[in-house]
């Protein structure tokens, strides 16, 4: 399901989701601001069987979703706030007999970078909104000492670890929401 890197004590240094090897990201269109649908089918992609059939019907009940809520259209203009993401990645991954947690940004046991790679070398991928400049959801699926790996819809390939940060910091470039998929 995985493949470490130099393995060390405890995780490895770097590891990442096979699967990533075999498929790429499903794209999102160039003016369109589906990113949250995108990464949400693309987590699940890694981790479930993939048809074109499957992925479709992913696609189609998280259009019905963002339809029923009503904010179909304001998504596609102007992008997807995080409450209506969490709502719309909890419906799909239902579809898929998994669900999704927060990983949380203070006051766990973990560190968010840990829980991170703790996932990602349980061969689970992450779905992370990038808060700005990038306004962004993507999946990351792996990581290395310096980068976080993304199976990104829009061609986003990796994130500065140093430059990202969970929770408020002003001198990061990038703050990050995590969800596990379990």
Request: hydrophobic letters at 40%; one cysteine or more.
């Amino acid at each position: 399901m995985h493949r470490n890197i130099e393995a060390t004590d405890g995780l490895p240094p770097s590891c990442q989701l096979d699967a990533a090897r075999h498929i790429e990201p499903i794209e999102q269109g160039s003016i369109d601001h589906l990113c949250g649908l995108y990464a949400a089918i693309n987590a699940l992609r890694l981790v479930t069987p993939r048809s074109s059939q499957r992925d479709q019907m992913l696609f189609e009940a998280g259009i019905g979703y963002l339809d029923k809520k009503d904010r179909l259209s304001t998504v596609l203009t102007e992008g997807m706030p995080k409450r209506l993401f969490v709502g719309l990645a909890h419906q799909l991954a239902k579809r898929r007999d998994l669900q999704i947690e927060r990983i949380a940004s203070s006051g766990t046991r973990h560190r968010p970078e840990e829980a991170i790679m703790n996932a990602i070398a349980a061969g689970m991928p992450v779905l992370a909104s990038i808060d700005p400049p990038l306004d962004h959801y993507s999946v990351i699926f792996g990581y290395s000492p310096t980068r976080w790996l993304l199976f990104d819809s829009y061609g986003y390939k990796w994130l500065s670890r140093v430059q990202c940060a969970f929770g408020r910091a002003p001198t990061v470039r990038h703050t990050l929401s995590c969800w596990r998929i379990e």
